[in-house]
C-alpha cells in the first residue's frame, strides 16, 4: 500500500510538472511512440524465436530426459523388488534347509541314542547273565561247602577229641566210638545250624 | 535534479536506423535486452538438457525444476487439455521472468517496464485465448458471459459485467505487469537519488532501504512473471473448460 502510494505521488509529481523533464524525454517514456513499432517488431522477433528454439529443441529434450529418468527409476524400482522376491525365496530356501537338517540331526541322535540304549541294554543283560551264572556257581559252591562242612567238622570234633582223650586219659579210644557220640551230637544240635 | 528515475525507462536507437517503409524498426537497448534475454534463455536451458545424467548436475536441475514448476502450474490450473500450449506458456514464463530479473541488474533495461511490450504480451494471449475458445466451443462460447445460477432479473448487468471484465483482460494483464516493474524501478532510483544527495551523513537510511527494495524487487519480479503466467492458464482454462 505504502509503495503504491509513493509510486503515486511520484507519478503525478513528474507527470503534472513538465518542466522537471528534459526536453526529448517528454513525461513517461513509456508513452512516448517513437519506439513502439521498433519494440512490437522486436519482441515478435525475439519471443518468436524463443518460442520456437524451446518448443521445437529444447522442451522436447527435457520432456524426454525427464521422462527417461522416471522409467530408469521404474526399472531400477522393479528390479530391486525382483532381487529382493528373489533373495525371500532363498531365505526360505535356506531356513528349510536348515530345519530339514535339524529334523535330520535329531533323527540321527536319536537313533544314536536308541542304538547305544540298546547296546548298553544287552550287554548289561549279558553282564547280568554272567554274574547270575557266577552267583549261581558261587551258591553251588557255597551249597557244597555246606554240606560237606558238618562232616569235615564231625571229623575234626572226632580228632580233635580223640586228641583230647589221650592226652587226658592217656589212653587210646576207639575212633569208632567217638564219631558215633560225635554224630549223635551234631544230629541233635545241627537242627539248630542247618536251617538254611 | 540530477537523475531523473523516469529517464532510466528511455528508448534509444543503438546503431543505425532501420526503417521498413514508415515504420521504424531500429534496433535500441529494449531490443537489445529482449535478445539478451532470450539468449540467457535459450543458453540455460539447452545446457540443462544437453546432458541426460540420472543424478542431473545443478543446470540440468535448474532447467528440470522449471519444467516441472511450470507444468505443474499448468495441470493444476487449467487441466491436462491445455498440454499443447505448454511450450508457449513455458516461454512466456521465462521471457518475462528474465526481463524483469536482467533488469534487476544495475544500468539495465527493463523490457517489462514499458507497456507496450506488455500490451502485446497480452493482447496476443487475449486474442489467442479467445479464439481458442472459439474454435473449441463454437457459439457456445459466449456462454461465458452467461453465469448459471444468477436470477433473469439480474442477468442484463452480469452480462454487461462479464462483457466488460472480459474484454478488460489485455489492459490488466498488461498494466499489471508494466506497473509493477516501473513502479519498482522508479522507487529504487529515487532512494538511490536521496542516498547521493544526502551524502555520507544521511544516506545510511535510504541506502539500507535500498537494499531492502532490491530484494523486494527481485521478489516482485518473479511473483509479476508467475501472475503473468498463472493468468494467462486461467483464461486458457476459461476458454478449454467451458464450465461457468
Known amino acids: 500500500m505504502k509503495k503504491k502510494v509513493l509510486f503515486q505521488s511520484i507519478f503525478f509529481y513528474f507527470f503534472f510538472i513538465k518542466e522537471v523533464f528534459t526536453a526529448e524525454s517528454g513525461g513517461m517514456p513509456q508513452l512516448n511512440p517513437e519506439f513502439w513499432i521498433s519494440q512490437i517488431f522486436w519482441l515478435t522477433l525475439t519471443f518468436g524465436i524463443l518460442y520456437l528454439a524451446l518448443s521445437k529443441l529444447i522442451l522436447p529434450k527435457i520432456s524426454s530426459n525427464l521422462e527417461l529418468r522416471k522409467s530408469k527409476i521404474q526399472e531400477n524400482i522393479e528390479a530391486a523388488e525382483k532381487q529382493r522376491k528373489s533373495s525371500e525365496q532363498k531365505i526360505k530356501e535356506y531356513e528349510e534347509i536348515v530345519f530339514k537338517s535339524k529334523l535330520e540331526a535329531k533323527n540321527i541322535l536319536k537313533d544314536f541314542k536308541e542304538k547305544t540304549l540298546k547296546n548298553i541294554n544287552s550287554k548289561k543283560q549279558a553282564l547280568d547273565k554272567q554274574i547270575d551264572e557266577e552267583i549261581k556257581k558261587a551258591e553251588g559252591e557255597i551249597n557244597l561247602l555246606k554240606k560237606s562242612a558238618p562232616e569235615k567238622i564231625n571229623r575234626i570234633a572226632i580228632e580233635t577229641s580223640s586228641e583230647l582223650l589221650k592226652k587226658l586219659i592217656g589212653a587210646e579210644v576207639n575212633n569208632s566210638s567217638i564219631s558215633a557220640i560225635v554224630e549223635d551230637l551234631s544230629k541233635r544240635n545241627g537242627e539248630k545250624y542247618h536251617d538254611n | ?244
Open chain 2, 1 to 244: 535534479m540530477a537523475a531523473n528515475p523516469m529517464t532510466q525507462f528511455e528508448v534509444y536507437r543503438i546503431g543505425p536506423e532501420i526503417k521498413i517503409g514508415t515504420f521504424d524498426i531500429s534496433f535500441t537497448n529494449a531490443s537489445l535486452f529482449m535478445v539478451v534475454s532470450s539468449l540467457a534463455i535459450l543458453i540455460i536451458f539447452n545446457l540443462g538438457s544437453k546432458k541426460n545424467l540420472i543424478i542431473p548436475n545443478k543446470i540440468q536441475l535448474l532447467a528440470e525444476l522449471s519444467y516441472t514448476f511450470v507444468s505443474k502450474m499448468i495441470s493444476d490450473t487449467a487441466g491436462s487439455k491445455a498440454k499443447p500450449y505448454f511450450s508457449f506458456i513455458f516461454s512466456l514464463f521465462m521471457f518475462v521472468l528474465f526481463c524483469n530479473m536482467l533488469g534487476m541488474i544495475p544500468y539495465t533495461f527493463t523490457v517489462t517496464s514499458h507497456i507496450i511490450v506488455t500490451f502485446v504480451l497480452a493482447s496476443f494471449i487475449f486474442i489467442g485465448v479467445t479464439i481458442i475458445g472459439f474454435i473449441k466451443h463454437g457459439f457456445g462460447y459466449l456462454k461465458l458471459f452467461v453465469p448459471s445460477g444468477v436470477p433473469i432479473v439480474l442477468l442484463p448487468l452480469i452480462v454487461v459485467i462479464e462483457i466488460i471484465s472480459y474484454l478488460s483482460r489485455p489492459i490488466s494483464l498488461s498494466v499489471r505487469l508494466f506497473a509493477n516493474m516501473m513502479a519498482g524501478h522508479t522507487m529504487m532510483k529515487v532512494f538511490g537519488g536521496f542516498v547521493i544527495s544526502l551524502g555520507i551523513v544521511g544516506g545510511w537510511l535510504p541506502l539500507s532501504f535500498s537494499v531492502a527494495l532490491t530484494g523486494l524487487e527481485i521478489l516482485v519480479a518473479f511473483l509479476q512473471a508467475y501472475v503473468f503466467a498463472i493468468l494467462t492458464c486461467i483464461y486458457l482454462n476459461d476458454a478449454l473448460n467451458l464450465h461457468h
